[in-house]
């Protein structure tokens, strides 16, 4: 079904990649991109489960908006070992205008689609998602 706003479909691709991460961890990182031609969100690229942040601050395009699913692990201040799914909606200043709002307008019932979010963010540069952001925000 397209998305009401933008005209996009959600390719079943999606989530299906998206359960394997959250019932398997089957991967590290997931990320989307809006095809315009298709009018559809599909999976670009995924993680291996033993790649690291870096690996995946790496896979976005510099100057083009993607979507993302980060599975964060850490250990809490009591030891315990937690994950936490990370939606980080990647949409770079230096990114086309139209893009920007394709991704803005797509991006609420996109994440209806990916039941299991936890932590949402909204990045414009790599600061704004470092891997100090993302420890704060997972706690």
Do not use: H
Not at 40 to 65: H, M
Not at 118 to 123: G, T
């Amino acid at each position: 079904m397209a998305n009401a706003v933008s005209g996009m479909a959600v390719n079943d691709d999606c989530k299906l990649k998206f359960l394997e991460l959250k019932a398997k961890r089957t991967y590290r990182f997931i990320i989307y991109k809006i095809d315009e031609k298709l009018k559809q969100i599909l999976v670009e690229k995924f993680g291996e489960p033993n790649q690291t942040y870096d690996d995946f601050t790496a896979s976005l395009p510099a100057n083009e908006c993607r979507y993302a699913i980060y599975d964060f692990d850490f250990v809490t201040e009591e030891n315990c070992q937690k994950s936490k799914i990370f939606f980080i909606a990647w949409s770079p200043d230096t990114s086309r205008v139209r893009s920007k709002m394709l991704y803005a307008s797509s991006k609420e019932r996109f994440k209806r689609e990916l039941d299991g979010i936890q932590v949402e963010l909204q990045a414009t540069d790599p600061t704004e998602m470092d891997l100090d952001v993302i420890r704060s925000r997972a706690n």
